[in-house]
């Protein structure tokens, strides 16, 4: 029983440690690029795949995803380029049967999910994941990266859940550096 207690501290530690751990998974930058080198972008399209969608579902998610990207990058100071354009953005969308639900990472607060986690009705539902590339132009590269797995369930799809997701999936993306043209140059 001392053991017990003792060991009680301890596993509280790893739990907290392993579940801090467990969003990295959901990473964002995912290579070093020299970001001051950015000024322009365009918004390259939009996949959906996994089970089928509505063709209506797949027409308001191609087009918002265009929409709220570009707005997005749009208010951090980036320049929209259909040509030349230093990076680019791919959204992915994809839907598919899962078993449980992220309750961090669903688009519905926290309490919500929780509160539907044991109705038996959702545990095998279609949810819709969301997946957030962007590269770098010239080589190609994916440098940012977000994953927001079973954001929403596929019954739920609105137009208010699309954009929210969306928005959340590039929140961290930085805002655009400013070079102040009297500085010199390190190139």
Not at 58 to 72: D, G, K, P, R, Y
Not at 125 to 150: C, G, M, V
């Amino acid at each position: 029983m001392k053991l017990f207690l003792y060991m009680m501290p301890l596993l509280a530690i790893i739990t907290g440690f392993t579940g801090c751990m467990s969003t990295a998974q959901h990473a964002e930058f995912v290579k070093t690029i020299n970001f001051s080198s950015l000024d322009t972008f365009r918004f390259k399209h939009t996949l959906v795949s996994g089970m089928d969608f509505r063709e209506s579902d797949e027409l308001l998610l191609e087009a918002l995803s265009e929409q709220v990207i570009v707005n997005e990058l749009q208010n951090r100071g980036f320049e929209f380029s259909d040509t030349d354009a230093d990076f680019f953005a791919i959204v992915k969308w994809k839907k598919s049967v899962s078993s449980h639900v992220d309750p961090f990472a669903h688009i519905d607060p926290y309490t919500e999910v929780m509160a539907r986690r044991d109705d038996t009705r959702t545990r095998f539902a279609s949810r819709l994941h969301l997946t957030l590339e962007i590269y770098e132009t010239r080589t190609q590269n994916l440098f940012w990266r977000k994953d927001l797995p079973n954001s929403f369930d596929a019954l739920q799809l609105t137009e208010e859940r699309v954009v929210a997701s969306l928005a959340r999936a590039i929140e961290n993306f930085p805002q655009h550096i400013v070079k102040d043209p009297n500085l010199p140059s390190i190139e």
